[in-house]
């Protein structure tokens, strides 16, 4: 094989290349950054499935209370049921996953930053680590918020369908209208505290995304 001027260059060029790119990609910290910065995304797509979900129940409680559809109407109610309850678990599950990659991202950083030798340097580090941990904290707070609302809010659902399922009237649904509108008053609360979450997640997620 013969190589000439410009085909050494162009071999020289790729090498670097893939160089540059395998040190990018085997870069420690920049991987644990982005799993962090994943989990915390996947936990916003979970929170906003839930929130929509919610709405679904909402909206198949009214329908229901129209006396038009009743039927319909709680056939659609069951499935935004078991879609929340399924959610629930995923939500559980993210909130894990979020919380093992965050740790292992803070608690890695906070090592590493001791090992810098120039005090400036490693104030700065130290200090952003401190203040990365307290936004995490803050995550944690709103999801404790989440849960405590979302646990009586599945207790409801449940009641509510065992109740219409055995009953399903006019008279049925009257009687029941105080408890449905508690019912959408939680779902709404919980949405509330979801969004807070979320809002929460997306500007820790634009603190900690890698640079491109």
Known sequence: MNFNRT??????GILAAAILIAGCASDPGRERSS????SLTDL???????SKDVDGANAAIAKIQT???????????KSAVARILKEADSVTSTVQSMRGNGAEYRTTWKKEAEQISDPELRSAAEARATKVTERFNDIEAKLGDVRDTYQPYKTQLVEVQTYFSNDLTPAAVEAAKP???????????LKEKMAAVVTELDSVTAALAPAK
Not at 7 to 12: E, I
């Open 67 to 77: 006396g038009k559809g009743q039927m319909g109407a709680f056939a659609d109610y």
């Open 7 to 12: 085909n050494l260059f162009n071999a020289t």
């Open 179 to 189: 408890t449905l509108q508690k019912t959408v008053d939680q779902g709404t609360a």
């Open 44 to 50: 916003k797509k979970s929170l906003e499935s839930a």
């Open 35 to 38: 799993k962090a910065v994943v």
